[in-house]
């Protein structure tokens, strides 16, 4: 089954779209144009998608998802923007491509609780914050941030699990918390005055970190055995 909703709004205050979606192999289309609008999914069931996509000012998006292989493609812009998004199975996938103005800091905000889950994050923006957190094994994740002055708070608890950052721009602050064994990260700053905090518990870890420019500050703690670093300033 298969269900599209475009909802536009030229007045502010107007507009909320709330779909529960239940069952095997849907696919929801949700789109929202204008000032001032709340869209919220609820999705129980396997094989299941949602494209959702959000325009406009003091708007927010909250998408979930429980079951399994699950998919949510999430795109946002405006100013005072703000999504939530939570996945709770095995073998789900979450992209959000999120964009604000540089006068409006927006929130973005990511769980994934399962095993074998992806998640793709693109954040542009000026003093936003994105926070990603997979509980369970085998899980991945990807997040670009790119802006003045945004912060990123990325964490995994579980094993075999992987994180890979990017910060591109001034000011920021990226920090990542692996708990668990054979992790992985690479983390990569570009930009001044910008620092790369990470904390790994546990054995078999890998840390690469990059900075470029000036400026920069780099904090790694890796406590447990036969873990790895290579640190680049």
Do not use: C, M
């Not at 006068?103 to 954040?123: C, K, Y």
Request: charged share 20%; hydrophobic share 30%; glycine share 14%.
């Amino acid at each position: 089954h298969r269900i599209d909703i475009e909802q536009d709004g030229a007045a502010a205050g107007q507009n909320t779209l709330t779909v529960r979606q239940d069952g095997l192999n849907g696919k929801l289309d949700l789109a929202q144009h204008g000032d001032r609008q709340d869209l919220q999914v609820t999705s129980f069931g396997l094989r299941n998608e949602a494209w959702v996509s959000q325009n406009g000012e003091d708007s927010t998006t909250i998408v979930e998802q429980r079951g399994n292989d699950n998919y949510i493609g999430l795109k946002q812009g405006g100013e005072r923007v703000d999504s939530r998004v939570v996945q709770e199975g095995n073998g789900n996938d979450a992209r959000v491509r999120h964009s604000s103005s540089y006068s409006r800091p927006s929130t973005v905000d990511i769980a994934q609780r399962g095993d074998l889950n992806r998640a793709d994050v693109n954040v542009y923006g000026v003093g936003s914050k994105l926070t990603l957190a997979q509980t369970g094994n085998g899980n991945g994740a990807s997040a670009t941030v790119s802006g003045e002055g945004n912060q990123l708070d990325l964490a995994s608890n579980g094993d075999a699990n992987g994180i890979t950052a990017y910060y591109l721009g001034n000011d920021g602050q990226l920090k990542v918390d692996q708990q668990g064994d054979n992790l992985g990260v690479t983390a990569y700053v570009t930009g001044n005055a910008s620092s790369i905090t990470v904390a790994q518990s546990g054995s078999q870890h890998t840390a690469d970190l990059t900075q470029s420019t000036a400026g920069n500050a780099i904090n790694l703690t890796q406590s447990g055995f036969s873990n790895h670093a290579v640190i680049s300033q």
